[in-house]
């Protein structure tokens, strides 16, 4: 058995029949370059039963201590049936990018179920009409709790069943697994007692984290190189709320070439400052069509990793998170990103100071039944609706391969990010690169967002505005001399 640290049973704790809390992918692949130029459904089962000793998470459920008392703990399930996590769907004709995302976002609504391994894949079939991809594609739709893995550890997931080549054969099972059994609650309350004597002493190496945090923090305010002026609630909007059962799905790709190019127009710009830009300026584009953009930039949160180099395999969340003002109240692309620039940077310098895995490990000191109830009423009260949010939205980058991956024989030719939405944060843009595109994807409530589309086209708009604007300018034309020497 192995439990949960607060940060992992949080998300537990916050999922409600409208707000699932699991991350997931869209992947796209092409079965041509399959042995046989084929994949079927019983070569999919059978590819990913001889990978499950790739990621801990495949077979492994929750067992919740009686009350919420603890947080609750891993087990090997002893239940485990792999036909139950990988099931088979196929679009009727035309097959088109529409109709994916629509079945996209109606896979992503439903909750998984929590007496089971946190993890299901869907194969779409039928993916016949979309442009610029081979006709006979096929999706592969995951959906894996986030509290048994982040965005970092979700790669080492996907690694698990995608090879380098097509030619892989399927590996041997792990032999050495074996299912537990599901613990007595006298087990799980003499556990719950012990751990309950530690609380404090963990508590105590937080708050002693802190306080150097401060200091460095109280420092660098002092000497300028950290501005609080920007820290206040954000702007309330349609996106910031309580949130409904129904989702709507979409993506925007980019050559990473372009966002390589962009960033050059603005000195020590990022990547990311770049994708933050790309989405201030598409939450303006689609805000301000409604009448609705706030005079105040929208902000969002982005999460960033604590993962060590030797946790990359870690179950569960090893993230910390810092907010940044999208800009969305610039019009102009370029200056837009050199205010986002510079607010990225304020707030990077302020998690830096404080420590970002001593804010992550504030979750530790949340009493687990606490945590639950407070999550159930919040949602309950409709307490979304009656505060100024923390922050709009999420911007989260997932990093992925640089070169082609294949499953099941077949190579991956697209890949899209989905996320959870709550109370309060409606819209999570999940950016996800592969090979040389990178894609702004988004998921959010179906009441907030009923024309996913429009903010599709924002977005992508806000994209080749900032590309046109960071173009560089040609040089001027030199004026030509004129014939003839002097007059004598």
């Given at each position: 058995m192995h439990q949960l640290s607060g940060q992992d049973a949080s998300f537990v704790y916050l999922e409600t029949p409208h707000t699932p809390m699991h991350i997931g992918s869209v992947g796209i692949y092409d079965p041509s370059t399959a042995p046989g130029g084929r994949v079927r459904f019983k070569d999919i089962l059978a590819f990913v039963a001889s990978r499950l000793g790739g990621a801990r998470s495949f077979r492994q459920r929750l067992v919740r201590v009686p009350l919420d008392l603890d947080h609750p703990y891993w087990i090997e399930d002893p239940d485990f049936d792999i036909e139950f996590h990988i099931r088979h769907i196929a679009l009727p004709a035309p097959g088109d990018w529409r109709q994916l995302c629509i079945q996209v976002a109606r896979l992503h609504a439903r909750p998984l179920d929590l007496n089971k391994p946190l993890w299901e894949f869907t194969i779409v079939e039928g993916l016949d009409n979309i442009a610029g991809l081979p006709k006979g594609c096929f999706a592969l739709v995951?959906?894996?709790?986030?509290?048994?893995?982040?965005?970092?550890?979700?790669?080492e997931l996907s690694a698990a069943?995608?090879?380098?080549?097509?030619?892989?054969?399927?590996?041997?099972?792990?032999?050495?697994?074996?299912?537990?059994?599901?613990?007595?609650?006298?087990?799980?309350?003499?556990?719950?007692?012990?751990?309950?004597?530690?609380?404090?002493?963990?508590?105590?190496?937080?708050?002693?984290?802190?306080?150097?945090?401060?200091?460095?923090?109280?420092?660098?305010?002092?000497k300028g190189d950290?501005?609080?002026?920007?820290?206040?609630?954000?702007?309330?909007?349609?996106?910031?709320?309580?949130?409904?059962?129904?989702?709507?799905?979409?993506?925007?790709?980019?050559?990473?070439?372009?966002?390589?190019?962009?960033?050059?127009?603005?000195?020590?710009?990022?990547?990311?400052?770049?994708?933050?830009?790309?989405?201030?300026?598409?939450?303006?584009?689609?805000?301000?069509?409604?009448?609705?953009?706030?005079?105040?930039?929208l902000t969002a949160m982005a999460p960033i990793s604590v993962r060590g180099e030797g946790e990359k395999a870690a179950l569960g969340n090893l993230v910390s998170a810092m907010v940044v003002a999208l800009g969305t109240h610039i019009a102009d692309p370029l200056e837009r990103l050199r205010y986002v620039h510079g607010e990225a940077s304020n707030s990077k310098a302020m998690t830096n100071a404080v420590g970002?895995?001593?804010?992550?490990?504030?979750?530790?000191?949340?009493?687990?039944?606490?945590?639950?109830?407070?999550?159930?009423?919040?949602?309950?009260?409709?307490?979304?609706?009656?505060?100024?949010?923390?922050?709009?939205?999420?911007?989260?980058?997932?990093?992925?391969?640089?070169?082609?991956?294949?499953?099941?024989?077949?190579?991956?030719?697209?890949?899209?990010?989905?996320?959870?939405?709550?109370?309060?944060?409606?819209?999570?843009?999940?950016?996800?690169?592969?090979?040389?595109?990178?894609?702004?994807?988004?998921?959010?409530?179906?009441?907030?967002?009923?024309?996913?589309?429009?903010?599709?086209?924002?977005?992508?708009?806000?994209?080749?505005?900032?590309?046109?604007?960071?173009?560089?300018?040609?040089?001027?034309?030199?004026?030509?001399?004129?014939?003839?020497?002097?007059?004598?």
């Open positions: 995951a959906k894996v709790h986030h509290a048994a893995i982040d965005g970092m550890s979700g790669v069943v995608h090879d380098l080549s097509p030619d892989k054969p399927n590996r041997i099972p792990d032999d050495d697994w074996s299912p537990d059994s599901l613990p007595g609650i006298g087990d799980m309350l003499i556990r719950t007692y012990f751990n309950n004597l530690r609380a404090p002493f963990k508590h105590a190496e937080v708050l002693a984290n802190t306080i150097p945090g401060l200091a460095r923090l109280t420092k660098g305010v002092g950290v501005s609080l002026a920007g820290v206040k609630p954000a702007p309330k909007t349609r996106f910031n709320g309580k949130v409904g059962a129904h989702r709507v799905f979409d993506a925007v790709p980019m050559k990473l070439a372009d966002i390589a190019e962009i960033r050059k127009a603005v000195p020590g710009a990022t990547v990311n400052d770049v994708i933050l830009a790309v989405v201030g300026g598409g939450l303006r584009g689609y805000l301000e069509a409604r009448g609705e953009l706030p005079d105040a930039s970002a895995k001593t804010l992550s490990d504030y979750s530790q000191l949340i009493p687990s039944g606490l945590a639950g109830l407070s999550a159930r009423l919040y949602t309950r009260a409709g307490a979304a609706n009656a505060h100024a949010p923390v922050f709009n939205c999420v911007v989260t980058n997932v990093p992925g391969s640089r070169v082609p991956l294949y499953f099941a024989g077949a190579q991956m030719v697209a890949m899209y990010g989905t996320g959870p939405i709550f109370d309060s944060m409606g819209l999570i843009n999940t950016v996800y690169s592969y090979v040389d595109t990178i894609a702004i994807s988004f998921t959010s409530d179906r009441d907030m967002m009923p024309d996913p589309q429009d903010y599709a086209d924002a977005l992508k708009s806000a994209f080749e505005a900032l590309k046109a604007a960071a173009a560089p300018k040609p040089a001027p034309a030199k004026p030509s001399k004129k014939a003839g020497g002097k007059n004598g």
